[in-house]
């Protein structure tokens, strides 16, 4: 067999004839000739690829004089590329370092996240567990009466639900406020409040309007509470707006307080300036204190100044929503009453809304039941309270007299026209 081709003289092979290493084969086997141009058939180039050796070179192999094993093996010379491709030749590279490990990468990415995570389960535990303290605290506080028959209706939050709050003038066992002694309780406060199936409305009742309460004639409003309690002034509500009530809460002026403080206290603003005495009124308020407390008479006196925000305690807070007569605008009457126990009300829903509210959620799940007297299951509570938090329809509104009228027994009553009713009531049910 011939040895390796010459050139057109005889010569050795040209530089145009591939570049090639030719490596003997074993037991003095003849090497196989290269093609003319430094080429390969294609089968060749197949039959390389195919048999690519440990180093990444392409090698042929060509079988002896004897036709049995391979004379020689031809290892392609080619130029070492970074990435190993065809052109480049050699052994592809293994994977190219990283100038900073997947790893570290990694972690610096879902850092973030993560926190974000844990915040996310932090807040929804903190969230869970303030539901299981307002469920267990109505549970274990719920002081409905005898009510419970006149009442129902209303799946708070998903359906409209009418609740009738009721803050009354009684006092606490041992209580040394003047007034406090002999007599019975009326109502200070009545508030109808409209929640769940994308409803929220208020609609406050002056204690002086006068109406029929069931069984005892044209009286003010407020007295229907000291002749039948709950019973009475749940029906002088409905005779009087033709609303149903659904559900009943009572202020308990014992645990009102320690809700508000619970909050942390709430921010008012005042629209005039104010200056009242609740109960007798602080006994000796020093100069230039603005809201003074008696602990030990119970009175509360009030030196604010319209536009001023003042922050209330719980004592203060209660002491506000129940101030009559505003010696800095004698022309006040029930009417401005209402709106700022409207005004408390929104007070306290802003502070429950705040960052500081949400810090101190559970202690206010567990306070906020027992600030109310209710017929109200646990999960019925929880539902009308979540309700007061979602948006909704109605806005708040105070039941305006449209006139004077003489009451039997003597006296005068605030009156309100049927149209004026029913205007209220179009609103409230909006």
Same mark, same amino acid.
């Given at each position: ?62 079988? $002896? ?101 009721? $803050? ?46 069931? +069984? ?22 409905? +005779? ?32 005039? *300036? ?8 602080? +006994? ?41 007569? +505003?010696? *800095? ?102």
């Amino acid at each position: 067999m011939q040895g390796p081709q010459d050139d057109a003289q005889g010569g050795r092979p040209t530089d145009d004839d591939g570049p090639y290493t030719v490596y003997g084969g074993r037991g003095g086997r003849t090497p196989r000739t290269p093609r003319p141009g430094g080429g390969r058939p294609a089968g060749d180039r197949g039959a390389s690829a195919a048999s690519r050796g440990d180093d990444g070179g392409a090698r042929a192999s060509a079988a $002896g004089p004897d036709g049995e094993g391979p004379g020689y093996t031809v290892y392609e010379a080619r130029r070492r590329g970074r990435g190993g491709d065809e052109d480049g030749g050699g052994p592809p590279p293994g994977p190219r370092r990283r100038r900073f490990g997947r790893g570290r990468r990694g972690v610096g990415r879902s850092a973030p996240r993560r926190i974000l995570r844990w915040v996310a389960t932090a807040a929804v535990a903190w969230v869970a567990l303030s539901v299981v303290l307002f469920v267990v605290s109505a549970t274990v506080h719920q002081q409905g009466g005898n009510v419970g028959a006149l009442l129902g209706g209303g799946a708070p939050p998903f359906t409209p639900t009418n609740v009738l709050i009721l $803050g009354t003038d009684d006092r606490p066992p041992g209580s040394k406020e003047p007034g406090s002694e002999g007599g019975s309780a009326r109502t200070d406060t009545m508030l109808l409040m409209r929640t769940g199936g994308l409803a929220n409305a208020k609609l406050s009742i002056p204690r002086d309007t006068a109406v029929d309460v069931p +069984n005892h004639g044209r009286q003010k409003i407020n007295a229907a509470y000291a002749f039948d309690g709950i019973r009475g002034s749940v029906g002088s509500v409905e +005779n009087l707006t033709g609303i149903d009530v659904n559900h009943v809460a009572t202020v308990d002026f014992e645990n009102f307080p320690g809700l508000i403080d619970a909050m942390g206290g709430v921010n008012y603003t005042p629209k005039t *300036c104010l200056t009242a005495d609740v109960s007798g009124g602080a +006994n000796r308020p020093r100069a230039g204190v603005t809201i003074g407390y008696d602990k030990k008479l119970g009175g509360t006196s009030f030196r604010l100044k319209k536009g001023r925000s003042y922050r209330l305690e719980g004592s203060a807070a209660l002491a506000l929503a129940r101030v009559r007569k +505003n010696r *800095c605008d004698p022309g006040q009457d029930d009417v401005d009453r209402a709106g700022r126990q409207q005004e408390v009300v929104g007070a306290m829903k802003r502070r429950i809304l705040s960052p500081a509210g949400f810090v101190r959620m559970p202690l206010i799940a567990w306070k906020a039941p027992q600030a109310v007297k209710t017929d109200m299951s646990g999960f019925t509570l929880l539902g009308v309270a979540i309700g007061q938090f979602l948006p909704g329809s109605g806005g708040s509104h105070v039941l305006k007299p449209t006139g004077v009228e003489s009451i039997p027994g003597g006296g005068q009553a605030l009156s309100v026209s049927p149209e004026a009713v029913e205007r209220a009531r179009r609103r409230y049910e909006k």
